[in-house]
Structures are given as C-alpha cells and as structure tokens.
C-alpha cells in the first residue's frame, strides 16, 4: 500500500477502500521504469528544465499582472491581459504546484513544499489539495461517492451510478460555463467550509493547525491582497472585479476541462467496490490506468503547458517523478500495458479528448445511462 493509500485510511470514515492485491503489473512496470532511468542516467525529481519553466512562468505571470495592473488604460489591453493572467496561473498550476505538490519536483522536502505553496498564492489551499486531490483522487479516481473530483452536485452527472435528473439531458451543452467558476469556488468557499468542517466529500480531514494554518490564512490574505487590494487602489470596483472575472473564468476552465478530458470520457473505466468482498477487483495499479486517458502525446507544446497532465496515465502510475519525463517513460508505460492486458487509453489531441468528454456528458445526461 502507498503512503497516499495508508493516509486516506487514517482519513476516511468508516475504513479505507480496498483494491485486489495482484501487484504483478506494478512491480514488473516499476521494475522497467526504474532500469529506463538507470541506463539513460536521467533525473526523475530536479530537473534542469523544471527550474527553466519555473522562471519563464513565474515571470510571465509577474509581467502579465504588472502591466494589467499598471500599465492598461484601455479596455482593448487589459481584457487580453487579463487572459493572459489567467492562462499562466494556470500554467504555474499545472507545472510548479502540481509537482510540487505531489513531491515530484524535487529530492528536497522544503522545495517541494515552496513549489506547492504557489497554489495558495493563487488563492487556493495547498494543505487541502494534498488531500482532495494527492490522496483522495489519485487513491479512489472514478470510484462513485470516493473521488470528489467527480461531484458536481446536482449540476451534473459524470459517472453512471450518480443520480440523474430530468435537466442533465442538456449538461453537454450548459455545463461548459460552471467549469469556469472552479477556481473562483475554491478561492473562495470550498477551502474555508473545508477548514469549518474538517471534510472532503465522504472522508475526514485532520484540519490545519499551527504552521498550515497560518499558511493558510496568509495565502488567503495574499491573494486578496494582489488580486483586489492593490488593483483597487488604482481602478474603480467595476474594473477589478470584471477582470479578475475574465482571468479566473480561463483558468477554472482550464483546469477543470484537463481533469474532465483525462477521467471522464467513454473509454475510462467507473468502477464500483464489489457487493461480496466491498473490495475494487482490480489491482492498485491497474485500477489507475484503466480510469484514466493520455491525450495529445506527440505534442512538446501540449506537455509544456499542462505541466505533463497530457500523460495522465503516467502521472497517476507515478506521481512522484517529474512530468518532464512523462514523454519518454510513457512509451515504457504503453508496452507494460500491453504485455499484461492491461488498457492504455489515447486520444491523439486534446480536440479529440473534449469532444470525447462531450459524447459522455451527453450520454450521462440520457434516461437510458443507468448503473446496470
């Protein structure tokens, strides 16, 4: 069992779900990656090229802030600035945080963790993160009522065992715009009814204390502080709020629609825990692959900008190695795959995976997509 898997133990209520226990793919696929990085002597954490993007895109969304904030005084320059924002905090989401977070950017504890704090810059919570997404997602992902990252409310149905109601006929098409409001969400009610609560969706969650808490608070104090304080001293209220409103609608939107495009298609498996054992029959490892999709993956474009999200089987089998080795290590992947029957999901753009995302709302929201 993983450290991910031993800490949503401690985390959820009632018992941790369990996963069939073959461990012959994951051993024999570790095996080759581990000789892939010993004959080729590449790094899998510190990363030449991870601290080269971090600069770039540290600067762009410094350069992209400054000139909307100082510099614009016509709409026509800071409406694209204000995308521009929203496109690179999402970049530096995807990249710094996200490797950060999950303790692939680095050898080093403390360099992980200033990567990851990039995310409460941005207004987020990078303490809560590591538990929605670090344990809870990638331990549970596509298991109905375990992995939060499919709840949606009754806004949506995305797995065929959530309920559905009469209006998800037409998800496919009004969906699209909610995804944009991700960000303002958890910037500014999910992180704070999660410290209420002490909870992610069905499990328990230790609420910060002591230094994370002070973390917290104070990247929520920071972000409020660049994202409206000083904007305001310079603009009307109208202004800051209209484009804070443009730069997080592009980058909820780009988050969510990544995530939607990698878990929730027609290929990725939803699988339930068995009624006799209460268990997943599927191996750990397995389970990750078969719930999840590449797209996109000859694209160097594409992988730069997503931080590797491209690679999402990879990142899912290995989330502690740096996304820059995702390109050359997922052809180590595909063949493991293939050697032990295993399904290897790809959509060979990210054009192909949303319009797959849109041929599963659509049939999510039909009356004859019911759990059989």
């Known amino acids: 069992m993983t450290r991910s898997e031993r800490s949503c133990s401690a985390a959820g209520s009632g018992g941790a779900l369990k996963f069939l226990t073959d461990s012959a793919f994951q051993l024999e696929l570790r095996r080759r990656v581990d000789e892939y990085f010993r004959v080729t002597g590449r790094r899998q954490r510190d990363c030449w090229q991870m601290y080269l993007k971090t600069a770039t895109l540290i600067a762009g969304l410094a350069v992209s802030y400054l000139l909307l904030v100082f510099v614009a005084d016509a709409w026509w320059q800071s409406l694209p600035l204000a995308v521009m924002l929203g496109f690179v905090a999402a970049g530096v989401g995807f990249n710094i945080q996200h490797d950060g977070g999950h303790e692939a950017y680095s050898d080093h504890r403390s360099i992980n963790k200033l990567m990851a704090m990039t995310l409460d810059m941005l207004g987020g919570s990078s303490y809560f993160w590591r538990w929605k997404h670090g344990v ?17 409310g009754f806004l949506g149905r995305v797995t065929p065992h959530q309920p559905r109601l009469p209006f998800h006929r037409w998800q496919h098409l009004y969906l699209w715009p909610f995804y944009g409001l991700v960000a303002v969400k958890w910037q500014f009610v999910d992180d704070f009814r999660r410290l209420i609560a002490g909870r992610i969706g069905s499990y328990r969650v230790r609420r910060p204390t002591g230094g994370d808490l002070v973390l917290l608070l104070a990247g929520k104090a920071l972000f409020f502080t660049w994202a ?48 006799t054992t209460g268990r997943i029959e599927r191996a750990w490892a397995i389970h990750q692959a078969e719930t999840t999709a590449d797209f996109s993956r000859t694209s160097r474009a594409v992988a730069w900008l997503l931080g590797g999200l491209n690679f999402q089987i990879e990142h899912h089998l290995f989330p502690k190695i740096s996304h820059v080795n995702y390109p050359a290590i997922s052809k180590v992947v595909e063949q493991t795959c293939r050697d032990f029957g295993v399904a290897y999901t790809e959509h060979r753009s990210f054009r192909e995976g949303v319009i797959a995302h849109f041929r599963w709302l659509r049939r999510m929201g039909m009356p004859a997509a019911l759990p059989g």
Not at 239 to 253: E, P, S
Not at 263 to 274: I, Q
């Open 136 to 152: 809870i997602h990638h331990t549970y992902v596509n298991v109905t009522g375990h992995d939060s990252d499919l709840n949606l």
């Open 228 to 275: 409206f304080g000083i904007p305001l001293l310079l603009h009307p209220v109208h202004a800051v709020l209209l484009h804070y409103a443009v730069a997080a609608l592009v980058l909820g939107t780009a988050l969510s629609v990544v995530f939607q495009v990698a878990h929730c298609v027609e290929a990725a498996a939803f699988p339930l825990p068995s009624g």
